[in-house]
């Protein structure tokens, strides 16, 4: 999109924004008190008076920011993308409005296994099926909280936490929105996703600053939210980490704490799969082990019952545990992972989407931690190099290194 033509589609958005005509000296001082410029300013803006020079960077930023933009830079990228999505998505995300806009206007609730809730999950398939979905997604909805909360709150995808542009969209949704707790799950994942990353421009120590307010205000609202709770915690446990100080005494008392709460044996089988795989992320394995240990009954009894499923629609499932499961196994020098042996079944619709790549990364490590020889290895990491270009996640590399005493032999 080149210069004018973006120009001219944020005129059109600035109108449609402002919701009346720009048509007088007062509708133009109305519209200098909303945006921060001088209504001399947005008429030549407008062409209503003769322009000399360049509209300026800063007015297009202040004008972008009015129809819900950062700065002018991100309008351009939003809307040169737009050109990119396929027309069929385009359209069906543009259809999703109604759905949107009535459940904003009626505060509608999603809980699981409801009408609503389906509808989301099949929106969410389309909105994530890549960048520039999402990208739209969030220039149309934006300012609608009610949507955005379980787009991108509710239904966290793990593919895309390593990717800059991304935890930006997450930046401004936390902005925006004004629930501590939606506060406190973006700032969990925008910092899970640098620290995945290894995004050496993120600011870790202002970032858990922030959360820990976000957590306060929060804990004023809610006694205990299970997955606010387990995902703080492993940002308090990545935050410990980088400043070389133990765990120990965060895990125990996030693990008493949750004893105390008498979730189902299915809730903490999925509360903890997530917090061991962060555990695997931390290099922390023999805690992880001892976790997956107690659990691992509930895990057997879930195998064997096929009438049961997940109660959660975060997306986990039985590859996202039995990948976790087997890296904990092999981590801890125990190669006894044939109950964790993968099925076509164990990738079901309602979840794979959600971590397909983030998973794909950590199923090559465990086929080369499995595998023995040399040169399949280099295969194998070969395809690991792959995905980690796809999704970011560079920190991998210090877990194989760690663990694979070959590794200098086939890497790179």
């Known amino acids: 999109m080149n210069s004018e033509t973006a120009k001219n ?86 259809n999703m409005a109604v759905f949107f806009t009535n459940g904003e206007k009626y505060n509608t609730d999603y809980f699981q296994k409801t009408i609503t809730v389906d509808t989301l999950n099949d929106y969410a398939r389309v909105i994530y099926a890549k960048q520039e979905n999402v990208q739209y997604f969030y220039q149309l909805y934006c300012k609608n909280n009610w949507a955005t909360d379980y787009i991108l709150s509710w239904i966290p995808n793990y593919n895309y936490y390593g ?36 995004d050496r421009d993120f600011d870790y120590t202002a970032s858990y600053d ?117 890296l904990v196994y092999l981590a801890n020098d125990n190669l006894d992972v044939g109950d964790f042996e993968l099925q076509h079944g164990d990738f079901n619709d309602e979840a794979d989407f959600l971590f397909h790549d983030y998973m794909q990364v950590m199923y090559l490590v465990q086929c080369i931690l499995y595998e023995n020889g040399l040169q399949n290895k280099k295969k194998l990491f070969a395809d690991l190099k792959s995905g980690i270009e796809l999704t970011h996640y560079t920190r991998i590399y210090r877990i194989l290194e760690e663990l694979d005493p070959v590794y200098s032999q086939y890497a790179f």
């Open 163 to 198: 990717k800059r542009w991304f935890r930006e969209i997450l930046q401004d949704k936390m902005l925006r929105t004004e629930k501590a707790h939606v506060r406190l799950a973006q700032g969990n994942f925008i910092h899970f996703g640098a620290w995945l990353s290894e």
């Open 210 to 326: 922030r959360l820990k307010i976000f957590y306060k205000a929060y804990k004023k609202e809610f006694d205990y939210m299970p997955y606010h709770e387990m995902r703080f915690c492993t940002i308090s446990l990545i935050e410990a980490k980088r400043n070389g100080k133990p765990v120990e005494k965060t895990v125990a008392t996030y693990l008493k704490t949750l004893r105390e709460k008498g979730f189902s044996a299915e809730g903490n089988l999925e509360l903890l799969t997530f917090y061991c795989n962060t555990l695997f992320w931390l290099q922390e394995y023999e805690i992880a082990y001892q976790i997956i240990q107690e659990i691992k009954p509930t895990y057997n009894n879930f195998q064997n019952d096929d009438a049961k499923d997940f109660l959660h629609y975060f997306g986990v499932n039985r590859a996202f545990v039995k990948i976790t499961f087997a």
């Open 9 to 94: 589609k944020l005129r059109s958005l600035v109108k449609t924004e402002f919701a009346k005509p720009l048509n007088s000296q007062k509708s133009f001082e109305e519209l200098a008190d909303l945006t921060l410029l001088s209504s001399q300013t947005l008429r030549r803006f407008f062409g209503k008076i003769e322009q000399h020079n360049r509209t300026s960077t800063t007015t297009l930023s202040l004008l972008s920011r009015f129809v819900g933009y950062q700065d002018w830079n991100q309008f351009l990228q939003y809307h040169t993308n737009e050109k990119s999505i396929s027309v069929k998505d385009k359209t069906a995300i543009e």
